[in-house]
């Protein structure tokens, strides 16, 4: 499955190499030796492993081609996969609840600290719901939105409303597959039903009900907890940031906030930013407060707040090893065990805060959003405590220049204003060539394969083959680390991308925040499906969808409702179902019959961008589009590029953003 590496490949951004020899001379563990002392089990990880009875486990291996109980090589794969499924919603969707839950607390003014930052949103939100707003309160009108919100969880019969957002040919076919999904719980638990010991043994049918639960996922619980995140924190516009290891400093007291959540981590922002703690962390020798993120609770406070990205997932022991973290505050998801042990090696305090993850070693201060602002301050105190006690330190002097946060909202209102917002640009210069095609390139980092080497590889070739494309999760963190998130970024993309990222003042790669907001990726393709001219559908787009590095459950149920949506979706590091040929092929095959979109796994990335680049040029002249041809445009805006390039970094963001940023 996963590439053998070579330690010199561990990852391709110097500052992780630059930590990774200190942990190495220091005789310190961390996931990338560990990824070369632990092999995988070869039989789980193609899918032929199967456990969920004590018959077993059944490894489906040579001439065992069925389990104790008869289960077959395809049944188990497709078990396992839907098991992923259910296992990734349930987490994107658990954090869509609690944002709900978090809502309705503030409406009903209980919630300390938090307000609602996006009017317009909630408005906007409760329309879609049938919630009555005229003259209304906020608080009145959140509190509905909120109950709601909470009821598409446990809701039994039905539709979940958000399906109302895909397009009209989209919602009759998943009526016509009978995949609709109904509520959120419903279908995580229809799933763990049907794949319990004996009861759904019918690979596809399996299979259908994984498109089902992901929907659940995309269309749902991540669905909610972007739009109720815009709600309570505001609707990200983009600003300027910095992203790396670098991004610590060696006089302040640092403080990193890494997981899936922003109810906490925004908190923490305010109570860092609050003169007191600052004279505070003053009295304790410290020159002020540095915060910085690690995976999705960083792309929450990036985009909100400007707040700099420390690193992606296998960044997260690389900045405990500088040794100039006083506090490593984590809430839920990607959080790897190992930070205790590794923090008992430093002065760092690891602290968890979720009522529902604890880890041993870890000192746990619990996070209850009716007393926020007073957690965080007392969280923030105990880091400030602790910086006396740092030892010696070495922060790698990396750090790129970022610009981040741009919600699908802001992508309409770049294309034509208040008045005029749009995806209409965006689609006519597809139409016309300019822009060849658009990729979502998302999910994680896997210690199996070289760090950061599919996504930046992948994100270069795209954009210089004149694709735009749009990043989240810690796919967003390597574009970032590695520069891909600026406007100079233009200069390597193909000259017609260039000129419609001029024209309209986007990078050509396009950061739209964290994991849950892979949901903003439907919302952007149906609209420019329904905006008109390249057809009906989101599986009609010149349009792909890449996971390069996936680790986690959370991706497979990502990419699999960008499947159900129609898109076609392709996974570097190799497949959870490669042992059963019938599996991988109703994935794909069987899938893009069913629902237009389908799901590969290729472990090149040199592959990954051929068949992208494939499939956008198979769509284009299905939709009856001129071939694209590179070079054709480009000539028009050419002429600032030169200019841009010599202006220091601020002037480059002003001339290419005004006044918007
Ligand atoms: S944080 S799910 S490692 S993207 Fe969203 Fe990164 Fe993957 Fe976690």
């Given at each position: 499955m996963a590439q053998e590496k070579e330690k010199a490949v561990r990852s391709i951004d110097p500052a992780a190499c630059e930590m990774l020899e200190i942990a190495e001379a220091c005789g310190l563990s961390t996931a990338f030796n560990r990824a070369e002392e632990v092999k995988p089990c070869p039989i789980g990880q193609d899918g032929a492993c199967c456990k969920i009875c004590s018959m077993g486990p059944c490894r489906l291996v040579g001439k065992t081609t069925r389990g104790v109980c008869g289960a077959t090589l395809a049944t188990v794969a497709a078990r396992n996969f839907a098991r992923m499924v259910a296992g990734g919603a349930s987490a994107h969707s658990d954090h869509g609840r609690d944002l709900a839950f978090t809502l309705i607390a503030m409406a009903k003014g209980e919630a300390q600290g938090y307000e609602i930052r996006d009017p317009m949103k909630l408005y906007e939100v409760a329309r879609f719901m049938d919630i009555p707003t005229e003259g209304r309160e906020l608080n009145e009108i959140a509190l509905d939105v909120g109950t709601k919100a909470l009821e598409q969880f446990g809701q039994q019969r039905g539709e979940i409303i958000y399906v109302r957002r895909a397009t009209k040919k989209r919602q009759q076919r998943w009526r016509e597959l009978g995949i609709t999904p109904r509520g959120v719980d419903r279908e995580v638990v229809e799933t763990l039903h049907r794949t319990h010991e004996g009861v759904d043994l019918d690979p596809e049918h399996i299979l259908d009900h994984a498109l089902r639960t992901s929907l659940a996922d995309g269309w749902g619980g991540s669905m909610l907890a972007t739009d109720l995140s815009d709600i309570i924190f505001g609707t990200p516009n983009p600003l300027q940031s910095e992203a790396n290891l670098g991004v610590l400093k060696e006089d302040e007291v640092n403080i990193i906030v890494h997981g899936h959540e922003p109810t906490l981590s925004d908190m923490i922002v305010v109570a860092a930013q609050s003169p007191d703690m600052i004279e505070y962390a003053r009295s304790k020798g410290a020159k002020g407060i540095n915060l910085a993120g690690i995976c999705c609770t960083s792309n929450e406070i990036l985009m909100r707040r400007g707040i700099p990205p420390a690193g992606n997932f296998l960044h997260q022991e690389l900045a405990v090893l500088?040794?100039?973290?006083?506090a490593m505050i984590v809430d839920v998801q990607c959080i790897m065990q190992a930070l205790a042990e590794l923090s008992k090696d430093f002065h760092t305090e690891l602290i968890t805060t979720s009522p529902k993850a604890k880890i041993p070693g870890a000192v746990h201060i619990e996070f209850d959003e009716h007393r926020a602002l007073d957690t965080a301050k007392a969280i923030v105190r105990r880091a400030i405590d602790n910086y006396p006690r740092r030892g010696e330190t070495h922060i790698p002097r990396l750090r790129s220049d970022v610009v981040a946060g741009f919600s699908h909202e802001y992508l309409n209102y770049m294309q034509g204003g208040l008045s005029r917002a749009s995806f209409r640009p965006l689609n006519d210069a597809i139409i016309a060539g300019r822009v060849r095609g658009a990729a979502g390139v998302v999910g994680c980092n896997n210690?199996?394969?070289?760090?950061?080497e599919g996504i930046v590889n992948i994100v270069r070739e795209l954009i210089a083959n004149d694709v735009l494309v749009v990043v989240t999760g810690c796919a967003a963190h390597a574009s970032g680390k590695h520069g891909?998130?600026?406007?100079?970024?233009m200069a390597n993309a193909g000259a017609g991308l260039r000129e419609v990222c001029e024209a309209v003042g986007i990078p050509p790669v396009v950061h739209l925040g964290s994991c849950v907001d892979n949901s903003r990726i439907l919302t952007v393709l149906t609209q420019m499906a329904t905006e008109g001219g390249l057809g009906e559908d989101v599986d009609d787009l010149p349009a792909v969808g890449i996971c390069p590095e996936y680790m986690c459950e959370k991706a497979i149920a990502i990419g699999t409702y960008c499947v159900a949506t129609g898109a076609y979706v392709l996974f570097g590091v190799g497949s959870p179902v490669k042992a059963s040929e019938e599996v991988t092929r109703l994935i794909s095959e069987g899938w893009e019959e069913k629902v237009g979109g389908k799901l590969e796994f290729v472990e090149d990335w040199r592959e990954i961008v051929r068949r992208s680049l494939e499939h956008i040029d198979k769509k284009r002249a299905a939709l009856g589009l001129a071939a694209y041809e590179p070079g054709k445009f480009g000539r028009s805006g050419d002429w600032r590029m030169p200019e841009l390039l010599e202006l220091p970094l601020e002037q480059r963001l002003e001339a290419v953003y005004g006044g918007s940023r």
């Amino acid at each position: 499955m996963a590439q053998e590496k070579e330690k010199a490949v561990r990852s391709i951004d110097p500052a992780a190499c630059e930590m990774l020899e200190i942990a190495e001379a220091c005789g310190l563990s961390t996931a990338f030796n560990r990824a070369e002392e632990v092999k995988p089990c070869p039989i789980g990880q193609d899918g032929a492993c199967c456990k969920i009875c004590s018959m077993g486990p059944c490894r489906l291996v040579g001439k065992t081609t069925r389990g104790v109980c008869g289960a077959t090589l395809a049944t188990v794969a497709a078990r396992n996969f839907a098991r992923m499924v259910a296992g990734g919603a349930s987490a994107h969707s658990d954090h869509g609840r609690d944002l709900a839950f978090t809502l309705i607390a503030m409406a009903k003014g209980e919630a300390q600290g938090y307000e609602i930052r996006d009017p317009m949103k909630l408005y906007e939100v409760a329309r879609f719901m049938d919630i009555p707003t005229e003259g209304r309160e906020l608080n009145e009108i959140a509190l509905d939105v909120g109950t709601k919100a909470l009821e598409q969880f446990g809701q039994q019969r039905g539709e979940i409303i958000y399906v109302r957002r895909a397009t009209k040919k989209r919602q009759q076919r998943w009526r016509e597959l009978g995949i609709t999904p109904r509520g959120v719980d419903r279908e995580v638990v229809e799933t763990l039903h049907r794949t319990h010991e004996g009861v759904d043994l019918d690979p596809e049918h399996i299979l259908d009900h994984a498109l089902r639960t992901s929907l659940a996922d995309g269309w749902g619980g991540s669905m909610l907890a972007t739009d109720l995140s815009d709600i309570i924190f505001g609707t990200p516009n983009p600003l300027q940031s910095e992203a790396n290891l670098g991004v610590l400093k060696e006089d302040e007291v640092n403080i990193i906030v890494h997981g899936h959540e922003p109810t906490l981590s925004d908190m923490i922002v305010v109570a860092a930013q609050s003169p007191d703690m600052i004279e505070y962390a003053r009295s304790k020798g410290a020159k002020g407060i540095n915060l910085a993120g690690i995976c999705c609770t960083s792309n929450e406070i990036l985009m909100r707040r400007g707040i700099p990205p420390a690193g992606n997932f296998l960044h997260q022991e690389l900045a405990v090893l500088t040794g100039a973290v006083e506090a490593m505050i984590v809430d839920v998801q990607c959080i790897m065990q190992a930070l205790a042990e590794l923090s008992k090696d430093f002065h760092t305090e690891l602290i968890t805060t979720s009522p529902k993850a604890k880890i041993p070693g870890a000192v746990h201060i619990e996070f209850d959003e009716h007393r926020a602002l007073d957690t965080a301050k007392a969280i923030v105190r105990r880091a400030i405590d602790n910086y006396p006690r740092r030892g010696e330190t070495h922060i790698p002097r990396l750090r790129s220049d970022v610009v981040a946060g741009f919600s699908h909202e802001y992508l309409n209102y770049m294309q034509g204003g208040l008045s005029r917002a749009s995806f209409r640009p965006l689609n006519d210069a597809i139409i016309a060539g300019r822009v060849r095609g658009a990729a979502g390139v998302v999910g994680c980092n896997n210690a199996r394969v070289t760090q950061d080497e599919g996504i930046v590889n992948i994100v270069r070739e795209l954009i210089a083959n004149d694709v735009l494309v749009v990043v989240t999760g810690c796919a967003a963190h390597a574009s970032g680390k590695h520069g891909y998130l600026t406007p100079e970024m233009m200069a390597n993309a193909g000259a017609g991308l260039r000129e419609v990222c001029e024209a309209v003042g986007i990078p050509p790669v396009v950061h739209l925040g964290s994991c849950v907001d892979n949901s903003r990726i439907l919302t952007v393709l149906t609209q420019m499906a329904t905006e008109g001219g390249l057809g009906e559908d989101v599986d009609d787009l010149p349009a792909v969808g890449i996971c390069p590095e996936y680790m986690c459950e959370k991706a497979i149920a990502i990419g699999t409702y960008c499947v159900a949506t129609g898109a076609y979706v392709l996974f570097g590091v190799g497949s959870p179902v490669k042992a059963s040929e019938e599996v991988t092929r109703l994935i794909s095959e069987g899938w893009e019959e069913k629902v237009g979109g389908k799901l590969e796994f290729v472990e090149d990335w040199r592959e990954i961008v051929r068949r992208s680049l494939e499939h956008i040029d198979k769509k284009r002249a299905a939709l009856g589009l001129a071939a694209y041809e590179p070079g054709k445009f480009g000539r028009s805006g050419d002429w600032r590029m030169p200019e841009l390039l010599e202006l220091p970094l601020e002037q480059r963001l002003e001339a290419v953003y005004g006044g918007s940023r």
